[in-house]
């Protein structure tokens, strides 16, 4: 049998082709052209949305290619990835400047579902935000835990996702923290659809803490 036959990252590829056919290692999943011809956006909320949250903002747009690269760290556990993706969230909203986006105090990852991170050991949202974290000298909380599993929000209409996650988050017991001078938090979530994952996180952080100032950063939705 041909040795790359035995090689897990050739079936990888196989399975989850990478879009950028030029890379010459595993950290060349976007190049900088790529990233500039990404387009971001602020995503639109209505009014009962925006008591809790002041914006969220989307890197780029969902597509295929994406989806490809985020089914690499999940289920390939290319974790590089996530670099390419936190240097394309860095070029949109510190060097493009399109939007307005006050700078952060605290980073907060929206919680995976407890079997989920038990499965895959890790969450892309925590790495997402650690990733982010390190490149920017900002702290992340993780102050907010998920209390049961649900079903993946992109197969359900609006009702049905409202009561998916209907108690779903809550703030850690416990939470000892000092918020002193802070008043700019993100929730940081990899994909988002009709926001309502981040839009209940971002309102039980709001009851509990409502001096605080609430964005989503999300690098992938529509």
């Avoid at 387009?39 to 209505?46: A, G, W």
């Avoid at 779903?168 to 700019?184: C, Q, R, S």
């Amino acid at each position: 049998m041909p040795s790359k036959l035995l090689d897990i990252n050739y079936w990888i590829d196989f399975v989850f082709p990478r879009s950028n056919s030029r890379h010459s290692s595993i950290h060349a999943y976007l190049t900088n052209k790529e990233i500039d011809d990404k387009f971001s956006k602020l995503k639109v909320l209505d009014g009962q949305q925006r008591k809790y949250i002041d914006g969220i903002f989307i890197a780029t747009k969902y597509d295929l290619e994406v989806q490809k690269l985020f089914d690499r760290v999940k289920f390939g556990l290319e974790y590089k990835i996530i670099d390419d993706f936190v240097e394309l969230l860095y070029q949109k909203i510190w060097v493009d400047c399109q939007f307005f986006i006050p700078n952060p105090d605290l980073l907060v990852p929206v919680p995976d579902d407890p079997k989920r991170q038990l499965q895959r050991g890790f969450s892309v949202s925590g790495l997402i935000a650690k990733k982010l974290s390190n490149k920017l000298n900002i702290p992340v909380l993780e102050m907010i835990t998920k209390t049961k599993d649900t079903q993946k929000q992109a197969t359900l209409d609006r009702k049905e996702r409202t009561k998916n996650l209907k108690n779903a988050f809550k703030i850690v017991d416990n939470l000892d923290y000092n918020f002193g001078k802070k008043e700019v938090l993100w929730i940081v979530d990899d994909i988002t659809t009709t926001g309502s994952t981040i839009y209940e996180c971002a309102k039980i952080i709001k009851k509990e803490y409502p001096f605080l100032k609430i964005y989503g950063i999300v690098i992938s939705g529509n």
